[in-house]
């Protein structure tokens, strides 16, 4: 079993739909835990950063973070066209050292 | 505005020749940059850990020779691929905290290494 689990997708949803990515993890040690988004040949761009469980909210985008259930989730809010990208899932463990989610392929019909 | 430059964006060279890729950080001090590869449709993997001023800390199955790592100053470090091969064609990634090591990595664009 994976660390980290993520969907790669691709989700193929119309635009202004609510989007939402997941990830789950097996490991309650984690601490930290980010969103990154990564269009094609470029680096990945953060997103959304948290420590606790709970939601985090920044424009369109929402974090959400259960703890207990070791699962994390990204929700879009009005999708656009130029939010298809490749979403990134990484989380923090207590030595700082990251574990990525294989990434989930959004794609955003017109 | 972007954080981490990484320069060139794209190289293309011919088999044996090694191949110098640079991180900067750019208004800010990064006492430790992180090298990444990514394969196309797959997630990043972590190569080494550069620490300025002292050997870089490679993962499991990176070969230190092959990959060499100098982050001689605060604000740069180099990736140099030595006797380059069609199988070290990849994209190259690096990323750096702005803070503390629980600050999120910030990354520069990638470069994307093709050997003939």
């Known amino acids: 079993q994976k660390e980290v689990e993520q969907d790669p997708g691709p989700l193929s949803v119309p635009e202004g739909a609510i989007v939402s990515l997941n990830c789950t993890y097996s490991?309650?040690?984690?601490?930290?835990f980010m969103w990154y988004r990564q269009y094609s040949r470029k680096g990945p761009e953060l997103l959304m950063y948290?420590?606790s469980s709970g939601n985090k909210e920044d424009g369109r985008f929402t974090a959400q973070v259960d703890k207990s259930s070791k699962y994390i989730s990204l929700f879009i809010r009005d999708s656009q066209p130029s939010d298809s990208a490749t979403y990134l899932c990484?989380?923090?463990?207590?030595?700082?050292?990251?574990?990525w989610g294989a990434g989930t392929k959004l794609i955003i019909k017109p | 505005g972007a954080v981490v430059s990484q320069h060139p964006s794209w190289v293309i060279c011919k088999s044996g020749t090694s191949v110098k890729i640079e991180c900067r950080s750019l208004d800010f001090q990064a006492t430790t940059m992180f090298w990444y590869r990514q394969f196309p449709k797959q997630s990043l993997m972590l190569m080494a850990t550069s620490n300025e001023g002292s050997k870089a800390t490679y993962e499991q199955g990176v070969e230190k020779d092959k990959f060499l790592i100098n982050h001689a100053s605060l604000t740069l470090s180099t990736l140099t691929v030595t006797s380059a091969h069609p199988e070290d064609s990849s994209f190259y990634i690096c990323?750096?905290?702005?803070?503390?090591?629980?600050?999120?990595?910030?990354f520069g664009d990638g470069t994307r290494l093709s050997i003939l």
């Open positions: 990484a989380i923090g463990d207590s030595n700082y050292q990251l574990i």
């Open positions: 490991n309650s040690a984690f601490q930290y």
């Open positions: 948290t420590y």
């Open positions: 990323s750096a905290n702005l803070g503390p090591s629980n600050q999120p990595q910030h």
